[in-house]
């Protein structure tokens, strides 16, 4: 199995580039592939709305999203981790999600085009306040919209209460993450 991670946030070893990467270690020790991509490290615009891809196939963009295209062709899932800024997806997780409409059927219907329906997906949100209910509403309205998408969603994660505690140094996170990697494997 393939597993790819993106990490939507701008801050390379953060809470959430940990989190992100605990997770595919507990994959890798299932046999998984695993390959990671950093925002921060990468050139990806927001949608032009060109409807362009509705005529071409393919995003006219010729920015660092046309690699992950390609990551999110050869993955059977990805791990997609986002800090939560303004009881939101951070704007580096929009413009990927945003951008993965170029992989959606021209009509603009949820169906996915075939080499991508039915990926396996692990949403992961690291957010400063320590209630991890508190944003329920929009997480829930957040996995949904993937599954619209047809990802096959597995996981939800909420890592709470980053800024008093980073994520590595709380309890049993360690765990609880590889073994959100290891079950996506196994199921
Ligand atoms: C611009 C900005 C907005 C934020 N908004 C929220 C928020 O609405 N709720 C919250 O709980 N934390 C919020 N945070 C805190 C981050 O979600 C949290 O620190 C996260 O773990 C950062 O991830 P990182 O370490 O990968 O950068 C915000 C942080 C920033 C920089």
Redesign the pocket.
């Known amino acids: 199995m393939n597993v790819m991670g993106y990490i939507a946030?701008?801050?390379k070893n953060?809470?959430?580039?940990w989190t992100v990467n605990k997770i595919l270690e507990g994959a890798q020790e299932h046999g998984a592939a695993t390959e990671v991509w950093y925002a921060g490290e990468l050139d990806i615009r927001p949608c032009q709305a060109c409807m362009g891809c509705v005529k071409s196939d393919r995003c006219v963009l010729n920015d660092d999203m046309q690699k992950l295209y390609a990551a999110l062709k050869q993955a059977d899932a990805l791990v997609l981790g986002a800090?939560?800024?303004?009881?939101q997806m951070s704007a580096q997780a929009k413009a990927f999600t945003d951008r993965l409409s170029a992989q959606i059927s021209p009509r603009f219907s949820p169906r996915f085009k075939e080499e991508n329906a039915g990926k396996k997906l692990i949403l992961a949100f690291?957010?400063?306040?320590p209630d991890a209910g508190?944003?329920q509403t929009y997480y829930d309205y957040t996995k949904q919209m993937f599954q619209l998408l047809e990802f096959d969603v597995k996981d939800l994660l909420v890592?709470?209460g980053?800024?008093s505690d980073s994520?590595s140094e709380q309890d049993g996170l360690d765990v609880r993450m590889k073994t959100a990697g290891s079950t996506l494997v196994s199921e």
């Open positions: 946030s701008p801050r953060g809470n959430t580039a800090p939560l800024y303004m009881g690291t957010q400063g306040n508190k944003f890592v709470a980053t800024r994520a």
